[in-house]
């Protein structure tokens, strides 16, 4: 995000617990940016509910691009802060439609105007306004206010139009779905990796992302990148040195894949002139009966 628009948003030190930092996670970027595009709230079920973007259908590549991860980390990390009742989701064309739950955003700001100091503020006396045309007195105290109770809840039915939620025959823009065994197997390198550094829950960078990515789309099988990373993290550590990124993993699992097949080709090469020098050093046993005929059973070869 870019410096000119950046902003400050209220959070609440109600979440500094240990068990919101256990339920929410590596999923705390995502939560925090459902906070910050927050832009109004609503009741419903006995609790404040905060509308993420008015209630645009948003894609996970959009939250992806703001925090510069992929999309099936903050697919996965959504999925997170849905199971322990952060924030709901409802499924609609092109994207979901986001609500945080329990929002307090707004409630700093209307907590901050009624402590205001408004002691030395002169209020006008409105009670009676003069018509500058007809220059008569109008008591407003007599007047009579709209009743606009019923307002309320149409804007509310109004805040999502039915366009929005309105179910689609094709399942291409589905965001809870399940990874590819593409995806599956990043998923697995990248926790693996995760672990080995010693950082279990969080997740790897963008770049680091594209780097696991293009491993499994070279071919190169999950088994022998894992034993590449743990390669990796094995020689390190005897020399005491860190890994700073997944780049050095990456060097070293299509190192040791690459020799891996050239030894696979060397013993396919080798094992075919053997079985050849073998075919060719096995004798006939038609040529015993030629030079034993004496030989009633013919030995075996």
């Keep these: 995000m870019a410096e000119n628009n950046s902003f400050p948003f209220p959070t609440y030190s109600g979440l500094l617990t240990p068990e919101h930092r256990k339920n929410i996670g590596p999923a705390l970027w995502e939560f925090l940016w459902c906070i910050s595009k ?4 609503r009741a419903g079920d006995g609790e404040k509910q905060g509308i993420v973007l008015g209630g645009k259908p948003i894609k996970h590549s959009e939250i992806a691009e703001d925090l510069g991860v992929s999309a099936i980390t903050v697919q996965r990390n959504m999925n997170r802060l849905k199971k322990y009742g952060y924030i709901e989701t409802k499924r609609a064309p092109y994207g979901e439609i986001i609500t ?4 307090k955003k707004f409630r700093y700001i209307k907590n901050d105007n009624s402590k205001r100091d408004t002691s030395n503020v002169i209020t006008p006396d409105t009670s009676e ?3 500058p045309e007809t220059s008569q007195t109008t008591d407003l105290s007599q007047t009579t206010t709209p009743d606009t109770s019923h307002m309320s809840e149409r804007s509310i039915k109004n805040d999502i139009c039915n366009k929005d939620i309105q179910d689609k025959q094709s399942n291409d823009w589905l965001i809870d779905r399940d990874p590819t065994p593409e995806e599956q197997d990043c998923i ?3 926790k693996h990796y995760l672990n080995r550094k010693g950082n279990p829950g969080f997740n ?9 990515l293009t491993l499994v789309r070279e071919g190169i099988p999950k088994a022998d990148i894992l034993a590449g990373i743990d390669s990796a993290f094995d020689y390190k550590e005897k020399k005491k040195e860190d890994i700073n990124s997944f780049a050095y993993c ?26 050849r020098n073998q075919k060719k050093d096995q004798l006939d046993p038609a040529r015993y009966t030629k030079y034993f005929p004496g030989l009633k059973r013919v030995p075996k070869v």
């Design 204 to 212: 790897v960078s963008t770049k680091e992302y594209q780097s696991i």
């Design 250 to 275: 990456a060097k070293v699992a299509r190192r040791l894949y690459q020799q891996k097949m050239k030894r696979s080709e060397s013993h396919a090469t080798h094992g075919n002139v053997h079985g």
């Design 188 to 190: 697995e390198i990248e």
């Design 100 to 103: 945080v739950r329990n929002s």
């Design 38 to 41: 927050t832009t109004k709230e």
């Design 129 to 131: 306004m003069i018509d």
